[in-house]
């Protein structure tokens, strides 16, 4: 027989309001295998904790039921506390009568509450009499981490776990680190030149020795499970030899051939074989193979014929090599949506309808104008300039309902730096709402206002046409009930951030969850804002959702903080809740394989003694297992049990009732 | 109604002319309407405190001499007391009395007020009315 014992809490009045906790603690005393049952106002305090000890040692208990609050709340403080007191901490159960009970119930009589109590406190008494001590698991740790995306967030997490002493492994998908960061001209409330804070993290990336940077390569395919993932990362062939380039340029100076810079926002061209920017990291040109007429017809070679050191391979493949890693960092960072969408604004029609991005690149001393505000369509100086927030943000009919949140801030940005370099000029923002959360921001916006001229026009910009080299942007003053035609020399559009292309498909590689708008879902919004439902992978920077350079940098900071937590230890103990298949009756039908949502199901053989595959059978990885119960439900064959939630347990629970 | 917005509008030499007059930035109003919340005489006037402020910044000084709201306001301080950026709406409107009473418009002489209300009009009247006189 069980030595139960029974604690209830009060719970101030949260409990005690509905239910007559007392009662429920003598009906529960009478109920065979209970030897111990009281209440308490709080079993949450020390004093309950004590009390819970005290009464398992006194009385001898070998199982204990605390009827409180939900399991999320405290069920790891008691079971700790069991531990304590030498029991095995899955043999503590709770049970929830506050939310699902004392919370739902208003009957002041108590009579409904404390019927309901009993009822749910006897339920569990019958299931914890079928737990079974439950042992914890140990995982060995690979104290290495993989960063996905050189930005600015990707750089921080690198360069954290790498002064933590940890081995690094920056994957990037482009020549160079830098990410979109790279691009911008200055950086907001600051004004401090981006190129001037970016590039000396960028060189201490490639200098520091922890770091391996693998640059234009991407993630080809990831396998197991936390401390312990393989990852195939596919490198992508430069053709140009990174050992023995000594980055002089040459190549670069000689190739013929130009296309349109993807770095410059198309409003540069660009060498065939290239850096994307001078001050690229690692500082070696890819050559762009489909525009290449070398490698795609045989036909020029120039450079490889001025390389010094002899480094350019034609010939040169893709190469997939393979990195064990105890940790995985996703920082894969945002695009922008394609302007062209909106007709209105006449984006790719007029030639003076240019992108926020693109401005900076204007804006940028190494930019295609040197710096100077030139318009593309004829390169004068625009004399007045309209900036049009919410370019597809906030628009749920055609384009994404989310705020992307950092175009407030850079739009005062770029009216303040046109201010700066064309005096003379005047600006127009069209907003809908200015929203200046942050530090030192809304000083920043009212500083472009007050000081910078910036004419700010509460409402949306209709239409956008060409009119005798003018722009004309029809908008409206909602302030003061207006409709406002302005004829400008640009227009700037505040674009919509955007997920990365293909963030789904590295979302599906390496099992995190992503939303609708393919941004990658954090466990909790608030308190696990960096980690993904998959043990291990933790996130950082604009992948998560539009986001600033300093949020950025914070969460390439946190998630490297929780990369190195998990290194500091050999080994990681991991909740026993996992799912166990019965050898005998699994048929082998893979139902739970297809249902897995954490590939946590292996297919495993028996063999005989000849070494000859005679069965094959489902297998639980414990390391990937969440203890989801999916595989549970789909067995055909009952096969598969979920330890501290079998099947007996869950019977047990239901026959009682 | 529709505006051509310019610099040249922005710029309007008699709105920089009331910006010295009354000693106010126009640019620091953000817009929050809480003149126009609190203003004891907001629904005699034709365009309120807030909007005045927000015409001024676009340039549409001609909207706002025509409308009644500066003869309205009277100087209680309200809005300049309840306005989170320190701006004086009745700074501003006083201001535009001012070069109201400059142009030299709608002018009154004395003889033109009739006696028996002189007499009888209190003298804080009086001395009030007669900067419709000497400005």
């Known amino acids: 027989m069980p030595r139960i014992g029974i604690f209830v809490c009060q719970c101030g009045n949260n409990i005690a309001a509905t239910v007559d906790t007392k009662k429920v603690a003598e009906e529960m005393a009478r109920l065979p295998g209970v030897v111990f049952a009281c209440d308490y106002k709080f079993m949450c305090s020390s004093p309950g904790q004590d009390m819970l000890k005290q009464a398992i040692k006194d009385n001898r208990l070998d199982k204990v039921i605390v009827s409180a609050c939900s399991p ?64 914890k698991i140990n995982i060995p740790i690979k104290k290495k981490a993989l960063v996905i995306g050189g930005g600015i967030a990707g750089i921080q997490a690198a360069l954290d776990i790498a002064e933590g002493g940890r081995e690094v492994i920056l994957v990037e998908r482009e020549p160079s680190i830098g990410g979109n960061m790279a691009r911008l001209s200055e950086t907001f409330p600051t004004m401090d030149c981006s190129q001037c ?7 201490e990336v490639e200098l520091n020795e922890k770091i391996t940077l693998y640059t234009y390569s991407e993630i080809e395919k990831v396998d197991g499970y936390i401390g312990n993932f393989i990852v195939q990362i596919r490198r992508k062939a430069k053709y140009v030899d990174e050992e023995r380039c000594t980055g002089c340029g040459e190549c670069i100076e000689k190739c013929p051939f130009k296309v349109e810079s993807q770095f410059e926002m198309k409003l540069a061209k660009r060498k065939v074989i290239y850096t994307p920017f001078p001050q690229s990291v690692p500082n070696v040109p890819v050559i762009d193979a489909p525009n290449c007429p070398k490698i795609q017809k045989d036909k020029c070679g120039a450079c490889a014929v001025v390389c010094g050191p002899k480094c350019i391979d034609f010939k040169m493949e893709d190469r997939i090599i393979t990195e064990d890693v105890g940790a995985i960092i996703v920082a894969t960072g945002y695009e922008l949506m394609p302007n062209e969408r909106f007709g209105e604004y006449g984006y790719g029609r007029i030639k003076d309808v240019i992108s926020g991005m693109q401005f900076e690149r204007l804006a940028s001393s190494s930019g295609p104008t040197g710096g100077e505000i030139r318009r593309p369509s004829d390169g004068k100086t625009p004399a007045s300039v309209v900036f049009i927030q919410c370019a597809g943000s906030r628009d749920e009919k055609k384009g994404v309902s989310y705020c992307s949140k950092v175009c407030c801030m850079y739009t005062a940005k770029h009216t303040m730096l046109y201010h700066h370099k064309v005096h003379e000029g005047q600006s127009y923002v069209f907003y809908m709402d200015i929203r200046a959360g942050g530090k030192r921001y809304e000083e920043f916006v009212r500083r472009a206002i007050e000081h910078d001229n910036a004419m700010y026009l509460r409402g949306r910009v209709s239409r956008v046409y060409e009119k005798d080299g003018k722009v004309i942007v029809q908008g409206a003053d909602t302030l003061s009930g207006n409709q406002v035609e302005i004829e400008a020399d640009m227009v700037v559009l505040a674009t919509a951030i955007v997920s990365r292309t293909g963030a789904d498909t590295v979302a599906q590689k390496l099992g ?37 350079i300093p949020d950025s940098v914070a969460q390439g900071s946190a998630a490297a903080a929780k990369a190195l937590s998990l290194f500091s230890s050999d080994e990681m103990m991991r909740e026993p809740i996992t799912a166990v ?24 053989t028996v063999k005989n003694r000849d070494g000859v595959v005679v069965r094959w059978l489902a297998k639980v990885n414990d390391g990937v297992c969440q203890g989801c119960g999916v595989c549970v439900a789909a067995c055909r064959s009952k096969a598969i049990d979920l330890k501290g939630y079998t099947d007996e347990q869950v019977y047990a629970a239901i026959n009682a009732f | 109604m529709k505006i051509k917005l310019t610099k040249g509008a922005i710029e309007n030499p008699l709105i920089r002319q009331l910006e010295r007059v009354s000693g106010e930035e126009l640019k620091r109003c953000y817009q929050c309407g809480k003149c126009s919340a609190g203003c004891p005489v907001t629904f005699a006037m034709e365009i309120p405190p807030s909007q005045i402020m927000r015409f001024l910044q676009i340039g549409m000084m001609d909207d706002v001499m025509k409308a009644n709201s500066m003869w309205v306001c009277v100087g209680c301080l309200q809005c300049y007391a309840r306005c989170p950026q320190s701006v004086s709406v009745a700074n501003v409107l006083e201001g535009l009395r001012q070069l109201h009473l400059r142009k030299g418009e709608d002018r009154e002489q004395i003889k033109d007020v009739p006696f028996p209300f002189l007499k009888n009009a209190p003298q804080q009247a009086i001395v009030c009315g007669f900067r419709k006189f000497v400005s």
Not at chain 1, 528 to 535: G, I, L
């Open chain 1, 72 to 135: 999320h709340m405290h069920e790891k403080t008691f079971r700790k506390a069991s531990e304590a007191a030498g029991l095995n901490p899955y043999q503590c159960e709770i049970t929830n009568i506050r939310e699902q009970c004392s919370w739902v119930h208003h009957d002041k009589t108590k009579a409904a509450g404390t019927a309901k109590s009993i009822d749910l406190t006897r339920m569990t008494i019958e299931r914890l009499k079928k737990n079974k001590p439950l042992k």
């Open chain 1, 197 to 203: 804070i970016l590039t000396p993290k960028m060189v």
């Open chain 1, 581 to 604: 298949v019965n050898k005998p009756t699994c048929n082998a039908c893979w139902d739970c394989v297809t249902a897995c949502p954490y590939s946590a199901i292996e297919r495993d």
């Open chain 1, 512 to 548: 995190i969850g992503y939303d609708k708008y393919k941004f990658y879902n954090e466990y909790h919004p608030k308190l696990k804002p960096v980690e993904t439902v998959t043990a291990g992978i933790f996130l950082s920077g604009a992948c998560m959702g539009p986001m600033d």
